[in-house]
């Protein structure tokens, strides 16, 4: 089902961020994606980037290593890719942290400052097809500014003419959806992408039409020109139709926690899902969005 918005006249000029976003790198050769869409997204919004890399703490290093070593190859490491990241985007402020200790903590620590932080999806064993630790579900789980996590195979697309389907956002009608769909509002507009916007089941589209009506309403009174769809998918489960129109697509916007959330203190069950084998880019909203003011403008920093 495609909705069409009424007019409107008034819309929202771009905020203005200078805090850098931050990207965490934990090898080149694994977050090499998450690295470079972070670059070309923080200089397509003209915000520094900052590459950050940890090394480990040096009461875990194996015998017979120079701590010392370590240091110094973690820093040739993250000084390299950040000149080959600004060989590839001109005019990039990027700025390089070099953190000893554990990734997780560093990361949350800048973030009440920081707009975005960008993580490289947790990757599987190859063998055992286990995954190897959970540093993206931590950071997504416990940031205070939003985490968008990249899967492996993502190729960042700076042609328009190559562009994906855009931008997608889950909706469920909880304060947590609502808030993702203004914020994949703003991510639509700011790209020039179209939006789509996908409830799963638990709706007839009758319902959802009119529940919608405030919503929608809202996103076109700041975005008139944004072209934006709503798709009530009856055939697959929230994390199947998510994961469906998020393949191919530029972003996919989902909430911290959905309207059946049974903690504040855990991922909701969709969100955990999709977090480990993400379609696409994901972001992840946390509670600095849920504070928007009424007006739906950003609040500061972000």
């Not at 997204?41 to 370590?70: C, F, K, N």
Request: charged share 20%; with cysteine.
């Amino acid at each position: 089902m495609t909705t069409v918005l009424p007019e409107a006249t008034a819309t929202r000029p771009p905020i203005q961020r200078s805090e850098p976003m931050l990207v965490a790198m934990r090898d080149p050769a694994a977050d090499r994606t998450a690295v470079e869409w972070a670059a070309a997204r923080a200089a397509a919004l003209d915000v520094p980037l900052t590459v950050l890399h940890a090394i480990a703490d040096p009461s875990l290093m194996p015998p017979g290593r120079l701590y010392g070593d370590e240091v110094i190859a973690g820093r040739v490491m993250v000084s390299r890719e950040a000149s080959r990241v600004v060989h590839r985007h001109p005019g990039l402020r990027i700025s390089t942290y070099l953190h000893c200790g554990d990734v997780v903590e560093a990361l949350l620590g800048l973030s009440t400052a920081a707009p975005m932080i960008v993580v490289g999806a947790d990757r599987r064993d190859p063998v055992s097809g286990e995954f190897k630790g959970s540093i993206a579900l931590q950071v997504a789980l416990n940031s205070s500014t939003p985490v968008a996590v990249v899967p492996p195979a993502y190729g960042y697309r700076t042609d328009s003419s190559q562009a994906g389907r855009g931008v997608v956002v889950g909706v469920d009608g909880s304060d947590a959806s609502r808030a993702a769909l203004l914020r994949a509002a703003d991510e639509a507009h700011a790209s020039g992408m179209a939006l789509t916007v996908v409830t799963a089941l638990g709706s007839s589209p009758q319902r959802m039409a009119v529940g919608a009506s405030p919503m929608l309403l809202a996103v076109r009174t700041r975005y008139p020109d944004l072209l934006v769809s709503w798709i009530v998918d009856d055939l697959h489960t929230p994390v199947e139709a998510l994961a469906l129109y998020g393949t191919g697509s530029d972003l996919l916007v989902i909430g911290r926690h959905g309207s059946g959330a049974r903690s504040a203190m855990s991922l909701g069950s969709v969100t955990h899902t999709l977090l480990l084998e993400p379609p696409c880019p994901t972001l992840v909203l946390t509670r600095r969005e849920l504070e928007r003011p009424e007006d739906g403008s950003m609040p500061a920093g972000e």
